[in-house]
């Protein structure tokens, strides 16, 4: 059966745990040792939506162990504009390639294209919805950087519309994490998620300032509010820069607190704490390559 | 439904009203004001050369008052009535041969539905001209309906969004 990755709903704990396993091995490849492990495969990568981090990482993942990499192109110039669907254009690309990554504007576009598909779906994110990818690196920067286990992690900033902290709140119910969700009201996570959490038996408070739990965790995971998702600009302006983090708020944190944010920032954390022992990001964009490289490759079937 | 049960009713002009049939499918205890959708549940339009029966707000023992829908010379399936429920979570279905009630039944809601609701998310992959069918799991109790491309949950006003 194909392998698709969609949603972290499809993956149990154990295969997670397997999966941020086989990225140990991964790492000495990301890091430049030379690998053909992919070597004679094609990956196919079909961004419908603009990506930097993503497209590349998965690019240079791909490419770390020998395999190949084709694209879309720039959308407007593609068989998109000539009014093709999703559904085709993924029926022919399958035809070419060993795995395609997909991101797409459409929440449920994957999991579409997983219908439609000969070879394996990696969704890199489907408009509002999942991100498996950018949550399965997230864990394992927790898992290097700091730990799974007795995990206190406040998620900061716009608990709404992202995403992100979507698919890592629901990863980290299933290791009993203790979450704080700091946002504006406006911005409060949704309730359906909150419940889904609660479902599976996780810790979850909320607050407005990241001040009231500073000291008391081990994970500050700081997220961007994405001007794109708002449908009212004004409803944007009310709430944009509204968290900062700075050297003067991190005064009252714990030895061993790590900053983790999924890039890019705009104003949220200040450029000096980049040099804090604190600020995790950058490494945190490196390890979507060992990440990437364990799923290409269990994608196409050779791990 | 036999005539005996409609006297039980204690209704007037049970002639017209619940006249029996000889074969076919009596959906009973609806909800009351629940008929037509459960017709449009079922895909039954103006189009269909089927006999169908329709009573609104029949007065009930029970429930205070129901609607009943006949649809005469159709046996429905387990499978199409099942989603009745979702608007009338109490209807009884009775399949008819030869003027008999020869199978009697509780609806009750199936674990996916494909093609009845629309995702109310905007943004979906199901609400756009790819080809794709809408799907969603349902939890019972209480009911809601969760897409399976976007996990939106619909919770409320589940027949304004029947296709």
């Known amino acids: ?303 | 439904m036999n005539k005996k049960k409609n006297n039980s009713d204690g209704s007037m002009n049970k002639e017209l009203r619940v006249r029996p049939i000889r074969h076919g499918t009596v959906i009973d205890h609806i909800t009351a004001g629940q008929a037509l959708n459960v017709l449009k549940i079922l895909g039954i339009s103006g189009t269909t050369t089927a006999v169908v029966s329709v009573a609104m707000n029949v007065p009930s023992k029970v429930m205070g008052s129901k609607d009943i829908v006949k649809i005469e010379d159709r046996e429905l399936e387990q499978e199409e009535v099942d989603r009745v429920s979702l608007i009338a979570p109490n209807a009884t279905i009775n399949i008819i041969r030869d003027f008999e009630v020869i199978e009697k039944y509780r609806v009750d809601l199936p674990e996916h539905l494909e093609g009845v609701m629309k995702c109310d998310n905007p943004n979906c992959i199901s609400n756009t001209s790819e080809p794709v069918i809408s799907k969603f799991t349902v939890n019972k109790k209480p009911v809601e309906l969760r897409c399976i491309y976007c996990d939106h949950v619909i919770s409320e006003g589940i027949t304004e969004h029947l296709i």
């Not at chain 1, 194909?2 to 086989?22: A, G, P, T, V, Y």
Request: cysteine-free.
């Open chain 1, 1 to 303: 059966m194909l392998r698709h990755i969609i949603s972290m709903k499809d993956f149990s704990r154990d295969e997670i745990d397997i999966i941020l396993k086989n990225t140990m091995d991964f790492e000495p490849r990301a890091r430049g040792q030379l690998s053909s492990l992919l070597s004679g495969k094609v990956l196919a990568t079909l961004f419908y939506e603009p990506s930097t981090r993503t497209r590349l990482s998965f690019e240079t993942a791909m490419k770390r162990l020998g395999g190949e990499v084709i694209d879309l192109g720039p959308v407007e110039k593609s068989s998109v504009v000539k009014g093709e669907t999703l559904a085709d254009t993924i029926r022919v690309i399958g035809n070419y390639a060993d795995a395609i990554v997909l991101r797409h504007p459409r929440e449920g576009a994957a999991r579409m294209a997983a219908e439609y598909s000969n070879v394996p779906i990696i969704n890199a994110g489907d408009g509002a919805g999942h991100h498996p990818t950018q949550t399965l690196l997230d864990l394992y920067t927790i898992m290097r950087e700091s730990s799974l286990s007795n995990l206190k992690i406040a998620l900061v900033g716009d608990l709404k519309y992202g995403r992100t902290v979507h698919s890592l709140a629901y990863a980290l119910s299933m290791y009993h994490a203790d979450m704080t969700l700091i946002s504006p009201k406006q911005l409060q996570m949704p309730d359906v998620i909150k419940k889904d959490l609660k479902k599976q038996g996780a810790s979850v408070s909320e607050t407005t300032t990241i001040e009231d739990v500073i000291g008391d965790i081990d994970v500050l995971y700081v997220t961007r509010i994405q001007k794109e998702r708002f449908p009212d600009p004004a409803e944007y302006q009310k709430v944009a820069g509204i968290y900062r983090v700075t050297e003067e708020l991190l005064k009252k944190a714990r030895d061993n607190l790590i900053i983790m944010h999924p890039l890019p920032r705009v104003d949220e954390i200040d450029a000096a704490v980049d040099k804090t022992k604190y600020a995790r990001y950058f490494e945190q964009s490196f390890y979507g390559v060992p990440i990437r490289m364990t799923l290409l490759a269990m994608a196409m079937g050779v791990v």
